[in-house]
Protein backbone atom coordinates (compact mmCIF):
# COMPACT_ATOMS: atom_id res chain seq x y z
CA UNK A 1 0.00 0.00 0.00
CA UNK A 2 3.14 2.58 0.66
CA UNK A 3 4.46 2.15 -2.80
CA UNK A 4 0.42 3.02 -4.36
CA UNK A 5 0.36 6.06 -2.18
CA UNK A 6 2.51 9.52 -3.51
CA UNK A 7 4.00 11.88 -1.90
CA UNK A 8 1.65 15.31 -2.60
CA UNK A 9 0.05 14.82 1.12
CA UNK A 10 1.74 17.87 2.69
CA UNK A 11 2.26 15.69 5.72
CA UNK A 12 3.87 12.85 3.84
CA UNK A 13 6.06 15.03 2.14
CA UNK A 14 7.01 16.63 5.30
CA UNK A 15 8.09 13.61 6.87
CA UNK A 16 9.49 12.40 3.50
CA UNK A 17 11.72 15.88 4.26
CA UNK A 18 12.58 14.93 7.34
CA UNK A 19 13.96 11.48 6.86
CA UNK A 20 15.60 12.27 3.54
CA UNK A 21 16.99 16.06 4.31
CA UNK A 22 19.97 15.52 5.98
CA UNK A 23 20.98 12.44 4.40
CA UNK A 24 20.85 13.48 0.95
CA UNK A 25 22.53 16.74 1.72
CA UNK A 26 25.45 14.84 3.29
CA UNK A 27 25.56 12.94 0.11
CA UNK A 28 25.86 16.33 -1.50
CA UNK A 29 28.09 17.98 0.57
CA UNK A 30 30.41 14.82 0.58
CA UNK A 31 30.49 15.14 -3.60
CA UNK A 32 31.06 18.78 -4.08
CA UNK A 33 32.31 20.41 -0.47
CA UNK A 34 30.47 23.25 -0.42
CA UNK A 35 27.64 23.84 2.26
CA UNK A 36 26.07 26.24 0.52
CA UNK A 37 25.57 24.71 -3.04
CA UNK A 38 24.97 21.43 -1.20
CA UNK A 39 22.02 23.34 0.74
CA UNK A 40 21.01 24.03 -3.11
CA UNK A 41 20.72 21.14 -4.50
CA UNK A 42 18.91 19.53 -2.14
CA UNK A 43 16.32 22.51 -1.97
CA UNK A 44 16.19 21.77 -5.83
CA UNK A 45 15.78 17.88 -5.60
CA UNK A 46 12.82 18.87 -2.83
CA UNK A 47 11.46 20.92 -5.66
CA UNK A 48 11.39 18.21 -8.38
CA UNK A 49 9.83 15.76 -5.97
CA UNK A 50 7.06 18.18 -5.50
CA UNK A 51 6.24 19.27 -9.19
CA UNK A 52 6.52 15.50 -9.30
CA UNK A 53 4.76 14.37 -6.74
CA UNK A 54 1.76 12.50 -8.14
CA UNK A 55 3.91 10.54 -10.41
CA UNK A 56 6.60 9.35 -7.28
CA UNK A 57 5.06 6.52 -5.22
CA UNK A 58 6.18 6.95 -1.56
CA UNK A 59 8.69 3.91 -1.94
CA UNK A 60 10.74 5.56 -4.48
CA UNK A 61 11.21 9.22 -3.12
CA UNK A 62 14.32 8.05 -1.70
CA UNK A 63 15.62 6.99 -4.88
CA UNK A 64 14.00 10.25 -6.79
CA UNK A 65 15.76 12.65 -4.43
CA UNK A 66 19.43 10.63 -4.67
CA UNK A 67 19.04 10.38 -8.25
CA UNK A 68 18.02 14.35 -8.69
CA UNK A 69 20.02 15.65 -6.50
CA UNK A 70 23.32 13.72 -7.76
CA UNK A 71 22.39 14.69 -11.22
CA UNK A 72 21.39 18.55 -10.98
CA UNK A 73 25.08 18.35 -9.09
CA UNK A 74 26.91 16.29 -12.00
CA UNK A 75 25.07 19.28 -14.11
CA UNK A 76 26.77 21.92 -12.09
CA UNK A 77 29.86 21.13 -12.32
CA UNK A 78 30.45 19.33 -15.79
CA UNK A 79 33.29 21.55 -17.07
CA UNK A 80 34.44 22.47 -13.41
CA UNK A 81 37.16 21.00 -11.02
CA UNK A 82 35.69 19.97 -7.28
CA UNK A 83 37.80 20.42 -4.59
CA UNK A 84 36.66 19.81 -0.96
CA UNK A 85 37.39 22.25 1.01
CA UNK A 86 37.04 21.50 4.79
CA UNK A 87 36.00 24.27 7.22
CA UNK A 88 37.13 23.88 10.87
CA UNK A 89 33.90 24.92 12.90
CA UNK A 90 35.44 23.56 16.28
CA UNK A 91 35.33 26.22 18.95
CA UNK A 92 38.70 27.03 20.25
CA UNK A 93 38.99 24.65 23.56
CA UNK A 94 41.71 24.58 26.37
CA UNK A 95 43.87 21.44 25.45
CA UNK A 96 46.19 19.78 28.21
CA UNK A 97 48.82 18.44 25.78
CA UNK A 98 51.93 19.57 25.04
CA UNK A 99 52.02 22.14 21.93
CA UNK A 100 54.34 19.84 20.38
CA UNK A 101 51.09 17.43 20.12
CA UNK A 102 48.99 19.47 19.49
CA UNK A 103 51.78 21.20 15.96
CA UNK A 104 51.87 17.40 15.20
CA UNK A 105 47.98 16.77 15.64
CA UNK A 106 46.77 20.09 13.33
CA UNK A 107 49.68 19.16 11.07
CA UNK A 108 48.20 15.38 10.87
CA UNK A 109 44.72 16.50 10.16
CA UNK A 110 45.77 19.05 7.13
CA UNK A 111 47.57 16.56 5.16
CA UNK A 112 44.62 13.97 6.14
CA UNK A 113 42.18 16.73 4.43
CA UNK A 114 44.08 17.46 1.68
CA UNK A 115 45.33 13.78 1.71
CA UNK A 116 41.00 12.86 1.22
CA UNK A 117 40.72 16.34 -1.48
CA UNK A 118 43.02 14.72 -3.45
CA UNK A 119 40.53 11.51 -4.14
CA UNK A 120 38.70 11.18 -7.20
CA UNK A 121 34.96 12.43 -6.62
CA UNK A 122 33.79 8.56 -6.83
CA UNK A 123 36.77 7.59 -3.99
CA UNK A 124 35.70 10.37 -1.45
CA UNK A 125 31.92 10.00 -2.18
CA UNK A 126 32.15 6.82 -1.35
CA UNK A 127 34.96 6.68 1.12
CA UNK A 128 33.06 9.68 3.26
CA UNK A 129 29.64 7.62 2.79
CA UNK A 130 31.01 4.64 4.82
CA UNK A 131 33.81 6.43 7.85
CA UNK A 132 31.46 9.68 7.96
CA UNK A 133 27.53 8.15 7.40
CA UNK A 134 28.76 4.34 8.61
CA UNK A 135 26.16 3.65 5.45
CA UNK A 136 27.46 -0.37 4.57
CA UNK A 137 28.73 -1.08 0.38
CA UNK A 138 25.21 -2.20 -0.25
CA UNK A 139 23.35 1.03 0.83
CA UNK A 140 26.16 2.82 -1.13
CA UNK A 141 25.30 0.66 -3.81
CA UNK A 142 21.89 1.37 -4.17
CA UNK A 143 22.45 5.31 -3.13
CA UNK A 144 25.17 5.56 -6.34
CA UNK A 145 23.48 3.49 -8.54
CA UNK A 146 26.49 0.84 -8.85
CA UNK A 147 27.10 -2.73 -7.98
CA UNK A 148 28.83 -3.66 -4.62
CA UNK A 149 31.85 -4.12 -6.06
CA UNK A 150 32.00 -1.07 -7.80
CA UNK A 151 31.74 0.64 -4.31
CA UNK A 152 34.82 -2.07 -3.12
CA UNK A 153 37.23 -1.65 -6.03
CA UNK A 154 36.50 2.74 -5.17
CA UNK A 155 37.09 1.86 -1.42
CA UNK A 156 39.98 -0.50 -1.84
CA UNK A 157 41.35 2.79 -4.07
CA UNK A 158 40.52 5.35 -1.50
CA UNK A 159 42.60 3.32 1.25
CA UNK A 160 45.40 2.82 -0.64
CA UNK A 161 45.59 6.50 -1.93
CA UNK A 162 45.16 7.53 1.56
CA UNK A 163 47.84 4.91 2.86
CA UNK A 164 50.24 6.45 -0.07
CA UNK A 165 49.76 10.20 0.52
CA UNK A 166 49.64 9.67 4.58
CA UNK A 167 52.02 7.32 6.16
CA UNK A 168 50.72 5.53 9.11
CA UNK A 169 47.08 6.21 8.58
Not at 33 to 59: M, R, T
Not at 81 to 110: C, G, M, N, R
Not at 155 to 167: G, P, V
Request: net charge positive; proline share 2%.
Amino acid sequence: MKDIENVCNEHIFNQVYKDYGKPIWRFIYYKCGDSAQADDLVQEAFIKLWQNCAKVPLGKAKSFLYTVANNTFLNEVAHKKVVLKHAQLQPTKVDSQSPEYILEEKQFLKKLESAIANLTEAQRTAFLMNRIDGKKYREIAEILEISVKAVEKRMSQALATLRKDIENI
